[in-house]
């Protein structure tokens, strides 16, 4: 293994990286590979943890882990399997969203895994965030192969305290990760620790020939997976998606759409007709059902409503695009779980491109999330390519279920 640098002045006590390797063991479903175990043990997570984390309280909300108040049970969340908010934003419409975490480390073993580093590979790390993986890659490869891009100056800088603890020094870099790191490439690899929309342009360009791009993946309907590209000797890059993965998305490549200040003006009278297709089938938690639209629906987001007076109906699915210029709504009524209103306004019928599009992924046998891949080209435009789950029943099943 390279030489990781000077031991940690303040190392984990063994029973928590043990007890942290078990957990990421489960999620696996087989021990850890040597290299990155090794990696951990070498790594101690709670050096690169602010005073204060907030973990999911299990409600859809976050409760706080603070150093100085409750020290045995900030640490204790420092080396549990589970990603920890560290900082947050305010939406549009005044919701306090997540804006920065510490990811969940099983999820870092695998896109470690999913890259194959070998010994010699120069890597490039898109988002340096607190270090952690930055210092990991550092415990495997050495920290000269090792080059990290952050944009946020503060993130910059905390991050180079935190990787100065912990004793590595990979090449920093303040700068856009969209546009990579020209100085230092080819890479070998490129791992990002943030979601895309789309890939930019400079990640393949600055890949050497058979190298990998591994990036978590993002759309507005769906934030989850992984995507594995392979640079091509041509300059394309192609790969296939997997089944894991849920970060934040790339600066730049997020929106913020407000559904009542951007769409809802008044005036603008909607069309209305009727589906058999319910929404909980489009947005009820299908992850491969939810990825797919995501793919072949660009632009399209969800927001569920189950208060949406004055119009006295049960539940509503709200749908609109990131452009700011088409919605609509899906209204289940508490009785009728055959056929349900639709309205729609805008250039875009988005609800009628989600049908077709779920009519395509059901017909095709409901592919999952790892029978989607993606080619790159040298110039940036990209092509979806879903393969076939199983053969298509006779006549298909009615695309749709009851609402839960």
Not at 125 to 151: H, K, M, P, S, Y
Request: glycine share 10%; net charge negative; with cysteine.
């Amino acid at each position: 293994m390279p030489d990781t640098g000077p031991a940690a002045a303040d190392g984990a006590p063994t029973h928590l990286t043990e007890g942290l390797l078990g957990q990421i063991a489960e999620q696996l479903h087989r021990p850890v590979p040597a290299p990155y175990a090794d990696a951990l043990r070498t790594v101690p997570r709670h050096l690169f943890l602010p005073d204060r984390v907030w973990v999911r309280d299990g409600h859809g909300g976050y409760t706080p882990r603070d150093r100085r108040a409750d020290p045995r049970g900030w640490l204790a969340a420092a080396y549990t399997d589970t990603p920890l908010v560290t900082r947050f934003r305010t939406a549009a419409d005044g919701t306090r969203l997540p804006s920065s975490s510490a990811s969940m480390p099983s999820m870092v073993v695998r896109a470690l895994e999913l890259a194959a580093l070998d010994d010699g590979m120069r890597v490039l790390e898109i988002g340096t965030g607190a270090g952690f993986n930055a210092a990991l890659l550092c415990a495997r490869l050495g920290a000269d192969q090792v080059t990290t891009v952050e944009l946020d100056p503060a993130l910059y800088a905390q991050a180079g305290r935190n990787l100065t603890a912990a004793g590595f020094a990979p090449r920093r870099v303040l700068a856009d990760g969209a546009a990579g790191w020209a100085a230092a490439a080819p890479y070998e690899r490129i791992l990002a620790t943030c979601s895309v929309r789309a890939v930019p342009p400079a990640w393949p360009a600055q890949t050497a020939p058979d190298g990998r791009i591994i990036t978590p993946w993002d759309s507005p309907w769906c934030c989850y997976g992984t995507l594995a590209l392979t640079r091509r000797p041509d300059g394309t890059a192609s790969g296939p998606f997997t089944a894991f993965g849920s970060y934040m998305v790339l600066r730049g490549q997020d929106t913020d759409v407000a559904l009542d200040r951007d769409l809802l003006r008044p005036g603008r009278k909607p069309d209305e007709t009727r589906t058999p297709l319910s929404p909980w089938a489009v947005a009820g938690g299908d992850l491969d059902a939810e990825f797919h639209l995501g793919l072949t629906v660009p632009g399209a987001w969800f927001s569920w409503d189950d208060s949406p007076e004055p119009d006295a109906v049960h539940t509503r699915l709200w749908i609109a695009d990131t452009e700011g210029t088409s919605w609509a709504s899906v209204d289940y009524d508490g009785l009728d779980a055959a056929s349900f209103r639709v309205r729609q306004h805008g250039p875009r019928r988005l609800w009628h491109e989600i049908e077709t599009a779920y009519t395509a992924w059901d017909r095709l046998g409901r592919p999952p999330i790892d029978h989607h891949s993606l080619t790159v080209t040298s110039c940036g435009a990209s092509t979806i390519t879903t393969s076939r789950a199983r053969a298509a029943q006779d006549g298909g099943e009615q695309p749709g279920i009851d609402p839960p």
